[in-house]
Antibody, heavy 122, light 108 residues
């Protein structure tokens, strides 16, 4: 069974930093592109960042470019999101999501974790 | 950025009735369109990709259609577990992926 479990969320002050983790199991993690998608309270979904299976290709939404860094450790079956210079508008539930396709990116997300809440407030 | 507009914002439907949800793209996305279902407190679930291909395990009462800028998700006979929020997502313009604002399907 595919499982994605996020952790690392919490309350942080504006300008602060936080590192999110996503532990994957039940599939060959190293074969799939992985993604972060966020959802502000009561709002819709916003794609944040993507990383290819071997970390060769990394992409960010304009809203987080230069502040967030996505990475992965295939030996640990883990995905990460380092978030710096956090703003109030970054407050959201952050989901990690697996790409539908093995070996290549389809940009469709077939499995999602339950999310971790990040609150940026003074 | 491709803007995805979903309508209506809220759809009131009785169980057993058909529900038709719309999604419009600000420019053509070909057939690179996915639909997700999200229930309160849960993560989104993939329903449809490629505009009309059902994801693994998705019941046949869910169907998608359209191409270019106009897309439709149809739920042929609403079950109690189908009341949720539905989002469309374009991935034609990757890596700039965008979602619609969602349609809430509620019990009439």
């Amino acid at each position: 069974e595919v499982q994605l479990v996020e952790s690392g969320g919490g309350l942080v002050k504006p300008g602060g930093s936080l590192r999110l983790s996503c532990a994957a199991s039940g599939f060959t993690f190293s074969s799939y592109s992985m993604n972060w998608v966020r959802q502000a309270p009561g709002k819709g979904l916003e794609w944040v960042s993507s990383i290819s299976s071997s970390s060769s290709y990394i992409y960010y939404a304009d809203s987080v470019k230069g502040r967030f860094t996505i990475s992965r450790d295939n030996a640990k079956n883990s995905l990460y999101l380092q978030m710096n210079s956090l703003r109030a508008e970054d407050t959201a539930v952050y989901y990690c999501a697996r790409d539908l396709n093995e070996y290549s990116s389809s940009w469709v997300f077939d499995y999602w974790g339950q999310g971790t809440l990040v609150t940026v407030s003074s | 950025e491709i803007v995805m507009t979903q309508s209506p914002a809220t759809l009131s439907v009785s169980p057993g009735e058909r529900a038709t949800l719309s999604c419009r793209a600000s420019q053509s996305v070909s057939s690179n369109l996915a639909w997700y279902q999200q229930k309160p407190g849960q993560a989104p679930r993939l329903l449809i990709y490629g505009a009309s291909t059902r994801a693994t395990g998705i019941p046949a009462r869910f169907s998608g259609s359209g191409s270019g800028t106009e897309f439709t998700l149809t739920i042929s006979s609403l079950q109690s577990e189908d009341f949720a929020v539905y989002y469309c997502q374009q991935y034609n313009n990757w890596p700039s992926l965008t979602f619609g604002g969602g349609t809430k399907v509620e019990i009439k």
